[in-house]
T-cell receptor, first 117, second 113 residues
Framework: AQSVTQLDSQVPVFEEAPVELRCNYSSSVSVYLFWYVQYPNQGLQLLLKYLSGSTLVESINGFEAEFNKSQTSFHLRKPSVHISDTAEYFC???????????????FGKGTKLSVKP | EPEVTQTPSHQVTQMGQEVILRCVPISNHLYFYWYRQILGQKVEFLVSFYNNEISEKSEIFDDQFSVERPDGSNFTLKIRSTKLEDSAMYFCASNPGRYTEAFFGQGTRLTVV
């Protein structure tokens, strides 16, 4: 069975500092990986995704994540965070193989990123 | 930009009552989903729906739950007899094809009292 582990429940950082939010997954089949962001009192928004091809994927607001198959990881990084990045970040995995689709997602418990001035 | 819309944004219901949560997926999407997020916990998959039938459901999705696509636009989640532990944020999602990402609605916060 698939599972997703986000090791850090909360990550406090100062503005303009770099950040890494960790995500590890377990799956016996090929996977598709996602990071979703949830701003306070809002729904889930897709931040970035890995489906195939280049293992380094980027979002439009400066985040990036690298798919590492040998370490079964998909860590999220940003070299310099802003106050507006304060949100909860969810890593998710799907296989879309056994009759399902990319929407059958297994989520991690989430990491709350708190950016302080 | 097309988006998944959910109504209502917040619903309060008494324990034992039936509740229907409504979703309008993006119009050309073929796969539909419901997820829930109990306060302080992770987002959990409930059910996926394709070609007018359930394609997969989790162990959470027991006989108290049902889904329906009554017309060409709406996708509903019904909870027959709500329990206190059904209090959660319920998210609807959809995607246009099997190998594409899901788009989520803003959620409906269900409070069972």
């Amino acid at each position: 069975a698939q599972s997703v582990t986000q090791l850090d429940s909360q990550v406090p950082v100062f503005e303009e500092a770099p950040v890494e939010l960790r995500c590890n997954y377990s799956s016996s089949v090929s996977v598709y990986l996602f990071w979703y962001v949830q701003y306070p009192n809002q729904g889930l928004q897709l931040l970035l995704k890995y489906l195939s091809g280049s293992t380094l994927v980027e979002s439009i607001n400066g985040f990036e994540a690298e798919f590492n198959k040998s370490q079964t990881s998909f860590h999220l990084r940003k070299p310099s965070v802003h106050i507006s990045d304060t949100a909860e970040y969810f890593c998710a995995v799907s296989d879309g193989v056994y009759g399902g689709s990319q929407g059958n997602l297994i989520f991690g418990k989430g990491t709350k990123l708190s950016v302080k001035p | 930009e097309p988006e998944v819309t959910q109504t209502p944004s917040h619903q309060v219901t008494q324990m034992g009552q039936e509740v229907i949560l409504r979703c309008v997926p993006i119009s050309n999407h073929l796969y539909f989903y419901w997820y829930r997020q109990i306060l302080g916990q992770k987002v959990e998959f409930l059910v996926s729906f394709y070609n007018n039938e359930i394609s997969e459901k989790s162990e959470i999705f027991d006989d108290q739950f049902s889904v329906e696509r009554p017309d060409g636009s709406n996708f509903t989640l019904k909870i027959r007899s709500t329990k206190l532990e059904d209090s959660a944020m319920y998210f609807c999602a959809s995607n246009p094809g099997r190998y594409t990402e899901a788009f989520f609605g803003q959620g409906t916060r269900l409070t069972v009292v």
